[in-house]
């Protein structure tokens, strides 16, 4: 069964600490992942990856994938409070609409 | 701000009730999604719309859930005979045609409908 699995589940660091969260997938026909940061609401877009070894990057926040090992890593330098939130990965499959995500991994930055 | 957007955003009922949500997703997105999130999970996958076809559905999916999207706009996620481990946060999210090099798989969430199932 196609899985999606996210460590730590739950992260708590200082301001200015980086951190790396963790996303593992066992799915048949990968297509893509996507992490997904989630605060009090709806889960808004962070990065798509579907190629292996490029970095994505959007400011503090940066991401890779690794198709071989199948997981990715999204990292974010020098942490706000404002980053506390959710943070979801999704990955999608080929021959299927669906997306599976993850559990998340709860962040907690603080001041 | 044209986001996606659910109807209501709150929706207490006892068990045994009918429900209906709405999502209204961005104009001109052709794909629409219903997921189900409850407390500490990732959303789940629940059905899957391109313009006004019903193209999956999660096996998962209890056959008290029906959704539709009759003209391609807007959608409806019915649930009947409500139990209370239906008491979830739904979600709905849209995304556009897939255009050549990429976008097929961004998804815009809207804000949710909570349901509570007393």
């Known amino acids: 069964e196609d899985k999606v699995v996210q460590s730590p589940l739950s992260l708590v660091v200082h301001e200015g600490d980086t951190v790396t969260l963790n996303c593992s997938y066992e799915v048949t026909n990968f297509r893509s992942l996507l992490w997904y940061k989630q605060e009090k609401k709806a889960p808004t877009f962070l990065f798509m990856l579907?190629?292996?070894?490029i970095e994505k990057k959007s400011g503090r926040l940066s991401s890779i994938l690794d198709k071989k090992e199948l997981f990715s890593i999204l990292n974010i330098t020098a942490t706000q409070t404002g980053d506390s939130a959710v943070y979801l990965c999704a990955v999608a499959s080929s021959g299927t609409y669906k997306y599976i995500f993850g559990t998340g991994t709860r962040l907690k930055v603080l001041a | 701000d044209t986001g996606v957007s659910q109807n209501p955003r709150h929706k207490i009922t006892k068990r045994g009730q009918n429900v209906t949500f709405r999502c209204d997703p961005i104009?001109?997105?052709?794909?629409l999604y219903w997921y189900r999130q409850t407390l500490g999970q990732g959303p789940e996958f629940l059905t899957y719309?391109?313009?006004?076809?019903?193209?999956?559905k999660s096996r998962l999916l209890s056959d008290r859930f029906s959704a539709e999207r009759p003209k391609g706009s807007f959608s409806t996620l019915e649930i009947q005979r409500t139990e209370q481990g239906d008491s979830a946060m739904y979600l709905c999210?849209?995304?556009?045609?897939?255009?050549?090099?990429?976008?097929?798989?961004?998804?815009?969430f809207g804000p949710g409908t909570r349901l509570t199932v007393l």
């Open positions: 719309f391109q313009n006004e076809a019903q193209l999956e």
């Open positions: 104009s001109e997105h052709n794909r």
């Open positions: 579907t190629s292996s070894g």
């Open positions: 999210a849209s995304s556009p045609t897939p255009v050549a090099g990429g976008g097929r798989d961004t998804q815009y």
